[in-house]
């Protein structure tokens, strides 16, 4: 078996490859690799927490937490021009082992790539790597069937053009009918109507980050936390109370007119 970087080939137990294609664009693949905060809250059965001590175009390394409470480094190097990543643990029960991930276009219409990941552990039996490379498979299956959702929800969303709102208004129908929370479109942009401790609001249904889903997730004492990365924003105002730089905008006006109907509108 080869491998494009011939410098630093592991001189480890290979244990197995998980090879599968992906719906997805080369931008959104690397723009997916390298964001390590997406970890604890995409794949929480996988990820209880993460601490970045470094980041940058060349990767990340981070301590990771699983459900279980272990501990240990994980270095992510990526290689754009090779189209391929390499993962190393550092320290920790996992120390050592290696997991190679590498792209290759597929020719078809829509944007797609197939990727091969292979998996060295050091110290293992020959009698046991086959199992460990069933393990690590069903892994990598359950973490890219959580990261395609991701990734395709927002591509999807960068392809939607949203032009500059003027005022706006939408009639959602009798209020005494209508079950909160409720979607509605409202100039070209999805929106949110919730009852935000006892006060309707209406926001944006994607989060000013990523484009999360945040019709995905439910208000908790005023405030709505992105599914994709944790951040939380306050309904009330639009800002982020987890980062700076961050708002949800523009907020909408959600309000119940004299006939019992209720009304999201945008001012300009």
């Given at each position: 078996m080869t491998h494009p970087e011939s410098d630093t080939h592991p001189e480890l137990p290979h244990v197995g490859r998980y090879e599968r294609v992906l719906p997805?664009?080369?931008?959104?693949?690397f723009e997916n690799v390298l964001d390590w905060a997406h970890l604890p809250w995409v794949h929480a059965s996988t990820f209880a927490g993460?601490?970045?001590?470094?980041y940058g175009a060349w990767g990340w390394r981070a301590e990771v937490v699983d459900p279980a409470g272990s501990k240990w480094t994980v270095e992510l190097k990526l290689d754009r021009a090779r189209r391929r990543w390499i993962t190393r643990n550092l320290d920790g029960a996992y120390a050592g082992a290696q997991i190679w991930?590498?792209?290759?276009?597929?020719?078809?219409?829509?944007p797609s790539l197939r990727v091969a990941v292979d998996f060295y552990v050091p110290g293992i039996a020959a009698e046991q790597r086959a199992r460990a490379g069933d393990a690590y498979s069903r892994l990598y299956q359950r973490l890219y069937d959580e990261d395609v959702d991701m990734m395709v929800q927002r591509q999807r969303q960068l392809e939607l053009r949203i032009?500059?709102?003027g005022a706006a208004s939408l009639?959602?129908?009798?209020?005494?009918?209508?079950?909160?929370?409720?979607?509605?479109t409202l100039g070209g942009r999805e929106y949110v109507v919730a009852d935000v401790d006892g006060q309707l609001r209406g926001y944006p249904a994607r989060c000013p980050h990523l484009l999360g889903p945040l019709d995905a997730a439910l208000p908790q004492n005023g405030q709505l936390t992105c599914p994709w990365h944790g951040f939380r924003f306050d309904l009330n105002t639009g800002e982020c109370a987890s980062a700076a730089g961050l708002r949800l905008q523009p907020l909408a006006v959600a309000e119940e007119d004299g006939d019992g109907q209720l009304w999201l509108r945008i001012e300009p």
């Open positions: 997805v664009s080369l931008e959104r693949m993460i601490r970045c001590e470094d991930s590498q792209l290759s276009e597929v020719d078809d219409a829509a032009d500059s709102l009639c959602l129908g009798s209020r005494a009918e209508l079950v909160l929370p409720v979607k509605a």
